[in-house]
């Protein structure tokens, strides 16, 4: 037992992650707002205690109404709030950085950007000089913080991951809070912008667009059958020329031309980092993005999965007998059936592993009562451990036939599929028996008399996106601006694609329906109105790229950063003047304009108001609702009136102010009627 000087003090993510790392160094006092142990302090953010200051708290210009005048705005030094539900415990970590008997500082937050972030926010604002070491751990477990404990590196050697955090934070500060203010301004409605949310929305009006304006076309196929098998010709598109195919084979020989056979394997699929994870969970159970990142990171906190945020569908080298292992406890803990002889390697490989490993179940789901979870945790439980199972297991093989048909100087094929060795697909959640298409035994020259018959097919609109859909676009937008070998595709991360969906949700641009995602009417106007540049998926996946090699140091966050501000202070100079041949119409119409500040007055979910927030007050007088004609005759000029308690009162087109909790707000001006 150590004394009560030279003590370490461990800062984790959140409490529950503090809960399985203080047991393990012996913190098993309860303190307020952290523990206490055998030489070690273990204490803990709530996330993000501090982040970036809004605009309004840098300067009184910022804090202004909108307007083009306080465009472009550009820190000059970032600058740091603490979050108001969190302050006490900041405090706490404040006083304990800077207790006289910490000499070494731990930082356990979780090991990716974010995380990075987290901590060193806290760290840098309180102005701690003492020395860190990084733990840093793929899975709760008990064992591996050990492991992590004994292999903890200096915290230095993780600024590049800070510096790819803090970028991406200051990107999305400049592209958010720029971009908003200057197209609200210069739509004269209130738009959000967001550097990831906004090209993210224009795929999902693009996809809706093409949906929608889907003009079906007719294409035929002429098919003939031969004692059973039934054989067809390449689509065409013109009908004369089909029936045209059609008499040519009519009374003609069908000539067998080849037989091509081929054995075919189809490997094991990959293991789940967190967005295949989320794709397959939508399909499967119809779990949103964020819902399967919650139960995740449940299971995660529960130490029977292993760290959720990856991008990586592979293991280490070190991971392949853990891996076995916790095959064989998936055998016994689910009924998805035994593989003979597991085999993990197809998936070990350390080149495809950076921060963190693929996801896997730990081998405390041997011990644990999975019954007890709730029902959407066990699910996604069950899906992790399957797909390492099916990893495991042998490939799926199958002869491959293919049968050409030369008729009426055209060729006709038909395919046929016999399974040699079902595989890995024999242990898939939900399986379905996999179809066989068998054809009989035919020989190269074989003829038969030919009777041909045209049928006819359409064309499919595109699907509407759905969540696995749409994280599959996210993850892959871009990717023809990149080599084959480019580390980082797409828009945003695995760790922020889910809270992007659920941003374009809440700020009503796009809705949930049907299992499918689709914009709304608000959605497909924002995106009518801002230029190419501010929607571009390309340009996004570029700087996305350019993080990811940030995070490795390969590029430098200085130039990152000049980039970004460039780009703000290009759009800033191009689009700082309104816009009248262009109505934003996902906003209410306008019934006239407000006499105090001249921007409309619409109806909203409260009554009508006026969209400039001048602090006129336009729907009730006293708590006298006035009805549309009322407020449309007031903004004209002209009187009305209306009555309570029994006596008539006059409502002027003028205003007049009034003090209310130190605030003045303006109303239309009223006097009693004879």
Not at 200 to 214: G, H, P, Q, S, W
Request: proline share 4%; net charge neutral; with cysteine.
């Amino acid at each position: 037992m150590k004394g009560s000087d030279n003590l370490k003090l461990i800062i984790c993510e959140k409490p529950s992650v503090s809960h399985a790392v203080a047991p393990v160094v012996g913190a098993t006092e309860k303190k307020n707002g952290y523990t206490e142990g055998n030489g070690y302090l273990v204490s803990w953010c709530f996330g993000h205690l501090v982040g970036l200051k809004f605009p309004n708290d840098y300067c009184e210009k910022w804090a202004e109404k909108w307007s083009f005048s306080q465009l472009p705005m550009i820190p000059d030094t970032w600058k740091f709030r603490i979050s108001e539900n969190s302050k006490g415990q900041y405090d706490v970590l404040k006083n304990l950085m800077n207790d006289n008997r910490v000499d070494e500082i731990i930082c356990a937050t979780d090991a990716d950007r974010e995380g990075e972030c987290i901590f060193r926010y806290v760290y840098n604002l309180i102005g701690c000089q003492k020395p860190v070491k990084r733990l840093w751990v793929s899975s709760l477990e008990e064992s591996a913080i050990r492991n992590a404990l004994q292999n903890m590196k200096n915290l230095s050697e993780y600024d590049n991951l800070f510096y790819a955090g803090f970028c991406r934070a200051k990107a999305d500060w400049l592209v958010g809070m720029n971009g908003s203010r200057l197209f609200s301004c210069r739509y004269r409605d209130k738009l959000n912008l967001g550097r990831v949310q906004t090209p993210t929305l224009a795929m999902i009006v693009k996809r809706d667009y093409d949906t929608e304006n889907f003009v079906k076309q007719k294409f035929f196929t002429v098919e003939l059958n031969l004692n059973g098998v039934t054989v067809s010709s390449e689509r065409i598109d013109d009908e004369n020329t089909a029936n045209a195919l059609v008499s040519a084979c009519n009374g003609d020989k069908a000539v067998i031309s080849d037989v091509k056979k081929e054995i075919k394997t189809a490997n094991p699929p990959k293991l789940y980092d967190l967005t295949s994870l989320q794709r397959d969970a939508n399909k499967i159970f119809g779990y949103t993005a964020q819902q399967t990142l919650d139960f995740i990171q449940s299971l995660y906190e529960g130490k029977l999965v292993t760290y959720p945020r990856t991008d990586s569908q592979y293991l280490s080298d070190d991971m392949k007998q853990t891996a076995l292992n916790v095959v064989s406890a998936i055998e016994n803990v689910f009924d998805f059936g035994s593989v003979a002889n597991p085999n993990i390697s197809r998936y070990i490989n350390n080149s495809k592993v950076t921060g963190h490993h693929a996801i896997i179940p730990t081998i405390n789901i041997k011990n644990a009562d999975i019954s007890v979870l709730p029902t959407g945790e066990q699910n996604i439980l069950k899906l992790i451990a399957n797909r390492l199972l099916c990893a495991s297991a042998p490939a799926h093989r199958y002869e491959s036939v293919k049968i050409t048909v030369k008729c009426g100087n055209a060729d006709f094929t038909a395919y046929g599929k016999t399974i040699l060795e079902n595989g890995w697909k024999a242990y898939v959640m939900g399986k379905v028996s996999e179809t066989e298409t068998t054809l009989p035994e035919l020989e190269q020259g074989q003829e038969f008399p030919a009777k041909a018959v045209k049928s006819e097919h359409f064309t499919s609109p595109p699907k509407p996106f759905t969540e696995d859909t749409l994280l599959s676009a996210m993850e892959h937008a871009g990717q023809e601006i990149f080599d084959d070998d480019t580390e980082k595709k797409g828009l945003g991360t695995p760790a922020t694609r889910a809270a992007t969906i659920e941003g374009l949700v809440k700020n009503g641009y796009a809705e949930r329906k049907n299992k499918q995602i689709v914009s709304t009417e608000k959605g497909k106007n924002l995106i009518a109105v801002v230029p190419a540049e501010v929607k571009s998926a390309k340009l996004t996946a570029n700087w996305e790229n350019k993080l990811k090699l940030v995070e490795n140091g390969e590029y430098s966050p200085e130039n990152f950063m000049n980039e970004i501000q460039d780009f703000i202070r290009e759009i800033c100079q191009k689009y700082s003047s309104v816009d009248t041949s262009v109505k934003f119409s996902g906003s209410a119409e306008s019934i006239g304009n407000c006499p105090k500040c001249g921007q409309h007055v619409v109806n909203g979910k409260y009554g009508f108001y006026c969209s400039g927030k001048c602090g006129m007050t336009v729907a009730k007088l006293y708590g006298i609702s006035l009805t549309e004609n009322q407020i449309i005759g007031l903004l004209n000029g002209k009187q009305t009136s209306y009555t309570a308690s029994g006596k008539k009162y006059a409502v002027l087109p003028e205003f007049v102010s009034n003090e209310y909790n130190g605030k003045t707000y303006y109303q239309w001006k009223t006097q009693k009627s004879d």
